[in-house]
């Protein structure tokens, strides 16, 4: 395994660690791309927006990020890095602070799939295996399918990033031809379900995060060394107390913490029932019924469309994100591909044949 990892042009790696490479509390962290920062635009987008934004100001060339639903896609994609996330389980998950141990993962961000692809190996203990997908890329003769009903042709008003939807729709129509022309089947293709589905899907998933929070927390917390609260509940109770500085301005809210305390146990019909109802809507009819009928390598979405990471996710299929191109003001945005669970080496060569079919990923310019 290559020991070097791939550093950005006219980046000067002098001290290992900065302010820029972590987050305390949600949206502290602004992109490197947008001059002025978060209240200009520069929404990082995610928790682990300090990894992203670490790495794409030149802070190191690959970083972890942790991800329950998005948070480690949605970041990278503002941040014009590649980022891979694994089913979980897949990566040891040994000291994450957790949501859910059923949906938490994490996953490197980097600015090469090369680089994505070593610290996998390193993550997963492999001999070398996801390196090596990466210096084999793929791109003719593999079958791309864009989700279109309920995704890409609803893109407007799904991106929380105002301006965002339509540039980055017609983006990916220019990806696609590109990719066609080096070989790739691309067309469209759309799951069988309807708007309803996808709202009941995000609101299941929800509230399997809430119930989810609750054992997970608690366990985690009572584990805990040192620490002024043992439970959910004292959590709750010390951000109350201590609110100018646990609940700042821009994050004022610990409303999932609330409710995930009246939330069903996981031994519950309810929970039970909600776990069904995801796997319907996600799986049987979601990302299966797509690969399937369309006999598919890879499903395409453009990556911060809040659906795509939910169901993606909720089906355990494996995702990686990609740049794909930058609003006016500098902002990135990604494309976002997603295999089936048992194909992750086909995954890392995927982006590999992307990367090489795409410009070089661009330096924040006004650092």
Known sequence: MPAQLSLPRRISLSSPTSEASMVSRKAETPSAYVEGGYDKGGHAYGSSSGSAV?????????ALGTDSSGALVCPASRAALYAI???????????IVPISYTTDTVGPLAFTPADAAIMLDVLSGSDGKYHRAAEAPKMAGLRFGLVRR??????????????TSVHSAKTMEEVMAKMRQAGAEVFDVSMDIDAVDCEELADARQDIFRSDINEDMNQYLCQLKESPVRTLAELVEWN??????????????QDNFIKALSAPPRDSDEYRRLNARVADIAVKRGMDYIFEKYNLDAALFITEFELSYVIVGAAGYALGTAPMGYRADGAPFGISFAVKPNEKEKLISILSGYEAIMPQRRVPEWL
């Open 54 to 62: 670490g790495v794409s100001a030149g802070f190191g060339a690959v």
């Open 85 to 95: 996330r694994l089913p979980v389980g897949m990566i040891p998950g040994s000291g």
């Open 150 to 163: 309920n995704f890409f042709d609803e893109a407007n008003g799904l991106s929380p990033l105002v301006g």
């Open 240 to 253: 109350q107390d201590h609110a100018d500085e646990e609940l700042p301005p821009k994050a004022p809210e």
